[in-house]
T-cell receptor, first 113, second 116 residues
Framework: AQSVSQHNHHVILSEAASLELGCNYS??????LFWYVQYPGQHLQLLLK??????LVKGIKGFEAEFIKSKFSFNLRKPSVQWSDTAEYFC???????????FGTGTKLQVIP | GAVVSQHPSWVICKSGTSVKIECRSL??????MFWYRQFPKQSLMLMAT?????????EQGVEKDKFLINHASLTLSTLTVTSAHPEDSSFYIC????????????FGAGSRLTVL
């Protein structure tokens, strides 16, 4: 069955620390990968996506993610986090046909000023 | 950018009543919309795929007679929770896929349902 797993449920960092959130997927065939962010009291927003091409994807607000096919991973990174990055981050995957998107359980990031 | 509006954002109802939640794509057309349910401290669970002009496709374990979905136009899908019970209390989120081929989902802000 298709699945997405996020291993970190709650991450606490100080401002300026580097961030890496893990995401692994279990999909056969072509896969599209996404990271969404949900700020407190707001709806889900797309941070970045990978469909094909360069496996290092750059998104908004300084975030990037790297698709490593051999590891079935799509980890999210940011070199220096800010207090405003406090939010919940969801990794998601869809088959090439993009009919259904499966979400991971989410990672709550808390950045301490 | 693409915007999806959900209404109402918060609804409280009595047990046994029905509640309708609307999902509208404001500046794009969406043949396909998706309805999710989010439990506290859990991820989004896909309930069904709403297809304009045809029947919705429900995920395993989701009662189609309880969660009625109608997608009558390219900009509107509705989810009706029929005969609601307290266990139906949850956060319901819709998303829409732009027909223009951008191939990403735009999410609504969600609707919090509380059944007393």
């Amino acid at each position: 069955a298709q699945s997405v797993s996020q291993h970190n449920h709650h991450v606490i960092l100080s401002e300026a620390a580097s961030l890496e959130l893990g995401c692994n997927y279990s999909y056969g065939g072509t896969v599209n990968l996404f990271w969404y962010v949900q700020y407190p009291g707001q709806h889900l927003q797309l941070l970045l996506k990978y469909f094909s091409g360069d496996p290092l994807v750059k998104g908004i607000k300084g975030f990037e993610a790297e698709f490593i096919k051999s590891k079935f991973s799509f980890n999210l990174r940011k070199p220096s986090v800010q207090w405003s990055d406090t939010a919940e981050y969801f990794c998601a995957a869809a088959s090439g046909g993009y009919q259904k998107v499966t979400f991971g359980t989410g990672t709550k990031l808390q950045v301490i000023p | 950018g693409a915007v999806v509006s959900q209404h109402p954002s918060w609804v409280i109802c009595k047990s046994g009543t029905s509640v309708k939640i609307e999902c509208r794509s404001l500046d794009f057309q969406a043949t396909t919309m998706f309805w999710y349910r989010q439990f506290p401290k859990q991820s989004l669970m896909l309930m069904a795929t709403s297809n304009e002009g045809s029947k919705a496709t429900y995920e395993q374990g989701v009662e189609k007679d309880k969660f009625l979905i109608n997608h009558a136009s390219l900009t509107l899908s509705t989810l009706t929770v029929t005969s609601a019970h307290p266990e139906d209390s949850s956060f319901y989120i819709c998303s829409a896929r732009d027909n223009s081929g951008a191939n990403v989902l735009t999410f609504g802000a969600g609707s919090r349902l509380t059944v007393l």
